[in-house]
């Protein structure tokens, strides 16, 4: 008999369990479904990697971010302004890294959407559940002195906050690499901008990342993420998982895997990322420089002090975990001097009001920053090849071993 009360209490506890103010499962479901429903957009035509990704060919202004109230009444900047256009060509770099057994990386989809269509990765319901759960977010908005803070570190440049500079643009070519990160933690290598006060920071960072939570699998990931604090919240996210981005690219899609990666001491991968405000339409765009390749923007009106400019800029290794034990940065190693053994940013570049082109950030204009298992270092301008680079990296793991 105390069997029998015990299961039926058992039973109780577990259905009541599987309710939450009065929703039960099945309602939680429809939840989901209807969240689902509310993203998801028409497709003109839907693409299947061989990653196992889904791409759905979405006209360009049914794009999930014009579903933003700042953005509702938006016109859509099919391509940056002539203005800008002719920055990017002054500004034109080589693509070819001598003393590097190197190749440029190719990102996209082979044969991309229509004309007139723009391609969103599609969400599934685990992809959805992920980023709805309490994820690591894309709120990294504080190079601060140690580099350490809120499960983040980092290790690599930053432009000098006393400088008293705006700047209207960042951009690198990034050694690509798929250091090891478990779920809950992040390996990337990132530029960013910043503008405003604290309490009132927006930032727009892009890069390579490998983000198990996220994407739901370990490869080496081209990802954007915006944010923009106000009064004691944050609003912003990872690529498209919100309204804010609008994508204008029908080859290059955010999250899309990278086809290669480095690998320590034989082949580096590598591609040219920049992030520029229009000097025409304000609007902050994402370029990938090896194929002349515009991805989309950043609206102004998603942004306060941001709008005007960028008062900071970074480029870095960044990693964040849960855990005291943190993941492997870049290569995995800090060498320096060795260029084949660890990852590094080259053709670091900085765009200012009125200049006719980007250009390197000047020696006394930016500070090495590292933090508990990761270096930075080898920063200097070389050569009109090269430009300014650096190296960063670390193998990452528990306080005690990193001491």
Wanted: charged share 20%; proline share 6%.
């Amino acid at each position: 008999m105390k069997v029998t009360i015990l299961g039926i209490v058992t039973i109780f506890l577990v259905v009541r369990g599987n309710a939450v103010e009065g929703r039960d499962l099945s309602d939680e479901d429809s939840i989901l479904e209807t969240q689902l429903k509310n993203i998801s957009k028409p497709a003109i035509k839907t693409i299947q990697t061989e990653y196992g990704d889904t791409y759905d060919c979405v006209h360009v202004y049914e794009q999930p971010s014009l579903d933003h109230p700042l953005l509702k009444h938006h016109v859509v900047q099919m391509r940056p302004s002539a203005a800008l256009e002719k920055t990017l060509k002054a500004s034109k770099m080589t693509t070819s890294l001598y003393s590097v057994n190197y190749n440029p990386v190719k990102i996209g989809l082979e044969d991309g959407c229509p004309i007139g269509t723009v391609p969103i990765r599609r969400t599934t319901k685990e992809d959805h559940i992920r980023t709805e759960s309490d994820s690591p977010k894309p709120f990294f908005n504080d190079p601060a002195l140690d580099a350490t803070g809120d499960g983040y570190q980092y290790a690599g440049i930053v432009t000098r906050a006393d400088s008293g500079k705006v700047y209207h643009g960042a951009g690198a070519r990034l050694d690509i690499y798929n250091p090891r990160a478990e779920n809950e933690q992040i390996s990337a290598a990132v530029i960013m901008v910043l503008a405003g006060p604290q309490g009132k920071k927006g930032g727009i960072r892009t890069g390579w990342m490998v983000n198990p939570h996220l994407y739901g699998d370990s490869r080496t990931r081209f990802f954007t993420s915006w944010t923009q604090e106000n009064n004691g919240k944050t609003e912003g996210c990872y690529d498209l998982t919100c309204p804010g981005f609008i994508q204008t690219s029908t080859l290059v899609p955010l999250g899309a895997p990278f086809s290669n990666v480095s690998q320590r001491g034989g082949v580096q991968y590598d591609a040219s990322m920049l992030i520029s405000k229009d000097p025409e339409s304000g609007n902050w765009w994402l370029m990938i420089l090896d194929d002349d390749k515009p991805i989309g923007y950043w609206p102004k009106t998603l942004f306060d002090s941001l709008s005007r400019g960028a008062n900071a800029a970074l480029w870095a290794g960044l990693v964040y975990s849960r855990s005291s034990d943190s993941p492997p940065m870049g290569s995995g190693v800090y060498q320096g001097g060795s260029f084949v053994h660890t990852c590094y940013m080259a053709q670091v570049v900085v765009g200012k009001p009125g200049d006719a082109k980007f250009s390197p950030p000047d020696a006394d204009e930016v500070l090495v920053q590292q933090s508990r298992c990761y270096k930075a270092g080898d920063n200097s301008y070389v050569d009109e090849n090269w430009l300014y680079r650096f190296l960063f990296g670390g193998p990452g793991g528990s306080q005690q071993s990193c001491k």
